[in-house]
């Protein structure tokens, strides 16, 4: 099992993204957009950082994938826009994002926009998990 | 900016461009920078690369992604100056496809002056729609592109 505090460093990163003070607390539950003040372009830098210092790939469209699962696309948006099922289905993944957050038509391009600082560690952590076990298996 | 780029070599099967420019030494630009002594400004190297750049990534995601968008600079990552560039100096540019999605693709730049490697950076081109108010500029780009590539 790894001892790896993936949750602190993610907030280092975070802090050097929006280039805070390490007294300046990043908390789990903050919200990127919202409670950070982050923009995309902030977002985008925060993604090439994490994926350089955890070595993993965080292409464009994972938070959409990883909601939609196994739903057949259709089922989860039409015309870029999530249908009631695809809005479930992103809730249950971004469990801790505060209900109210959520607009009544979500855009499939604004995902990330919902993220709290603890849905990208659960991400990264994801992701981590995987290139271990694809190593594991070569 | 775009007077100073000579010319543009795009080979976008491989990914890669390179292009040329040439920053005179008298130019009102660098009158305080510095009296006696011209120095490109790294920012103006930067911009430099980020002309090769975007064409190269724009014909990229044309050809190869199936989207056609404009490109324009959003961030300088892991940039070196490594040389000053005093002036008059001729630059070599070259520029190679590091990744690519629909929203952005990001290049790897290098530029060099008499063979030295002055500056390396990884530019990362945000893909915009272009809308009928940038019609006016898209055009006098695409006819700058015109003669720069005519010229390598």
């Known amino acids: 099992m790894s001892t790896r505090d993936t949750s602190a460093e993610v907030a280092v990163l975070v802090r050097q993204t929006l280039a805070l003070p390490e007294s300046e607390p990043v908390q789990p539950g903050q919200l990127f957009f919202y409670d950070l003040g982050f923009t995309s372009m902030d977002l985008l830098d925060l993604l090439f950082r994490l994926e350089q210092h955890f070595k993993i790939e965080i292409p464009e469209g994972t938070i959409y994938h990883l909601a939609r699962g196994e739903l057949a696309e259709a089922e989860f948006a039409e015309d870029a826009v999530l249908t009631e099922a695809g809005r479930q289905r992103l809730m249950a993944l971004l469990y801790d994002t505060p209900r109210e957050i959520f607009p009544a038509r979500i855009h499939a391009t604004t995902l990330p926009r919902f993220c709290t600082v603890g849905a990208i560690t659960r991400l990264v952590d994801h992701k981590l998990a995987a290139s271990s076990w694809d190593k594991r298996n070569v | ?152």
């Not at chain 2, 560039?85 to 540019?93: G, H, K, Q, R, Y």
């Not at chain 2, 272009?130 to 898209?138: D, G, L, R, T």
């Open chain 2, 1 to 152: 900016m775009f007077e100073l780029m000579r010319s543009i070599s795009i080979d976008v099967a491989n990914g890669r461009a390179s292009g040329a420019a040439f920053v005179p030494g008298d130019h009102s630009l660098f009158a305080d920078h510095f009296p006696g002594k011209s120095l490109l400004p790294g920012s103006l190297i930067l911009e430099l690369a980020a002309q090769v750049a975007g064409p190269l990534v724009e014909e990229f995601a044309k050809t190869q992604l199936q989207i056609e968008r404009w490109a324009i600079l959003g961030m300088v990552r892991d940039a070196r100056f490594l040389q000053p560039v005093f002036l008059p100096a001729s630059l070599e540019i070259t520029a190679a496809i590091s990744r690519s999605q629909s929203s952005n693709v990001s290049a790897s730049v290098t530029v060099t002056v008499s063979g030295e490697r002055v500056m390396q950076a990884e530019l990362v081109m945000m893909m915009l729609e272009s809308s009928a108010e940038w019609a006016v500029a898209i055009e006098a780009r695409n006819d700058r592109l015109a003669r720069w590539k005519e010229a390598s």
